[in-house]
């Protein structure tokens, strides 16, 4: 990967592609996606270019087999992989020849690169000040919290309510508050501190004890080894890491859709994912 390489997180590589996190993590987990084109450190980073790729793997699934599809994807990764834009890249022929297939990819490249140029609005629309709602992150300009825009949009309220509700916005700003909630999801809440009245008394230990028994556990179920994606903490016997099905049940996906896909996962084992994450937040490789 070229040094000066443009990156997204997994979501906002999601957001680009036009498919869902889990998605993004099942191709790199199943080495779909090829090496050069994925940064490990403080979370997975995708090349922005691979964006492409991803969108065609899954776009075109129903008229290609999968060894159409991983054929293309080796045949495009060589002239993908370097640091040169997506607008740049267009100015090229996609087309990729083999036998009596012909596949074009530059539809895939040119609706990338649409989507992230308006990845890129919706970024530079957002600013968050410790002077403005104590680093809310707000719409440039105004004071109000992109992610109140975006859940209002999400629950499907009129348009034209919202718009009233907030006359500093424009209609345009209201999609890209939209797409900046998907591409970059609020953490959660932090918990609230619930201090036990003044002339309480401790009568038992028995939750904290239950806790700590699950924190056990979790650490038992994980394992950091540095030919293992480079010591990033996955579950044990397989390259999954333990915080990205954390970060998924933080965005709202379902034990369920999880397990759907990572059939080598169990829902006990993404519930362990969440109690582990909650005790060692992202921070390297260590156990």
């Known amino acids: 990967m070229a040094p000066n390489a443009e990156l997204l997180t997994a979501s906002e590589a999601a957001v680009v592609a036009a498919v869902s996190v889990r998605d993004i993590h099942r191709l790199i987990d199943e080495s779909i996606l090829p090496d050069s084109f994925v940064g490990e450190g403080k979370g997975r980073h995708i090349l922005a270019a691979a964006c492409s790729l991803i969108a065609f793997y899954f776009e075109s699934g129903k008229r290609l087999t999968a060894e159409e599809r991983l054929w293309t994807i080796k045949n495009a990764e060589p002239r993908l992989c370097g640091d040169r834009t997506l607008p740049a890249l267009l ?26 140029a308006r990845l890129k609005q919706a970024r530079a629309m957002v600013v968050s000040s410790p002077e403005v709602l104590s680093g809310t992150p707000v719409i440039r300009g105004t004071r109000v919290p992109v992610y109140d825009v975006a859940a209002s949009v999400a629950a499907g309220i009129p348009r034209d309510r919202i718009l009233a509700g907030y006359p500093s916005l424009k209609p345009d700003q209201l999609d890209l508050a ?3 909630a998907e591409a ?9 501190r619930r ?3 003044r002339d309480a008394s401790v009568i038992t230990e028995r939750r904290a004890g239950a806790r700590l028994n699950q924190l056990t556990t979790a650490r038992r179920a994980v394992s950091s080894l540095p030919q293992v994606l480079g010591g990033t903490v996955v579950f044990k016997g397989t390259r999954i890491p333990v915080h990205d099905i954390a970060d998924m049940l933080a965005n709202g996906d379902t034990p369920d859709a999880i397990v759907r896909a990572y059939p080598r996962l169990d829902k006990e084992r993404v519930r362990l994912a969440r109690i ?12």
């Not at 970059?184 to 609230?192: A, D, F, L, N």
């Not at 582990?276 to 156990?287: E, F, I, N, T």
């Open 91 to 116: 100015k090229e022929d996609w087309t990729f020849r083999h036998e009596f297939l012909t596949i074009d990819l530059r539809p895939f490249l040119r609706r990338t690169s649409e989507r992230l």
């Open 276 to 287: 582990y994450a909650a005790a060692y937040p992202r921070r390297g490789g260590r156990v």
């Open 178 to 180: 939209a797409l900046y």
């Open 195 to 197: 201090e036990p009245p």
């Open 184 to 192: 970059v999801p609020p953490r959660g809440r932090p918990r609230i």
